[in-house]
């Protein structure tokens, strides 16, 4: 098993590789880490809904030791990572992170949740910040107005959603 440092460097040549064979590359492995994902979370999102997302989360929280914040209500489950232990990680590194790396995020986890019948807007804040959020809805027009308030204030480069192709 490879520790936690390594393996985040070692994701991150894997993006530099794929992003220099075109973003179909990246965009055909973000789909298969949904894949291999979805056998861990789909039931659970589906069955569950935002609860299942909250203990997925919660889990990963405690595992990988992250600073986030998240919660949920009737109408959203909303995710607020507060550093990255990932990310921090791999900008600690003179190899240098890969600039698209924040992407395998709402790459596999949009993919997982469309699939579960959710629309996800996934916010980067920045590419060189070890910080982002999520939220989940239940409707595409809940979705949208948050996609749009983000917006106001962000390039559309850092916002993700799993309803909108690029």
Request: hydrophobic share 35%; charged share 35%.
């Amino acid at each position: 098993m490879l520790p936690s440092d390594h393996f985040v460097k070692f994701y991150n040549e894997i993006f530099k590789y794929l992003e220099r064979k075109g973003p179909e590359e990246l965009d055909r492995y973000y789909e298969r880490v949904a894949e291999r994902q979805a056998f861990f979370t789909l039931d659970a999102f589906k069955r569950d809904g935002f609860k299942g997302m909250y203990d997925y989360w919660e889990r990963i929280r405690i595992e990988e030791n992250c600073d986030l914040a998240h919660g949920f209500d009737e109408n959203c489950y909303h995710l607020k990572m507060n550093v990255c232990p990932s990310l921090s990680k791999v900008t600690d590194n003179d190899a240098g992170h890969c600039r698209c790396y924040c992407d395998h995020c709402p790459g596999w986890v949009g993919r997982v949740l469309a699939r579960a019948g959710y629309f996800m807007v996934y916010d980067i804040v920045g590419r060189e910040s070890p910080e982002c959020g999520f939220w989940v809805f239940r409707t595409h027009e809940e979705a949208e107005l948050k996609r749009r308030e983000l917006l106001s204030s962000r390039d559309e480069n850092l916002v993700a959603t799993n309803y909108l192709k690029k």
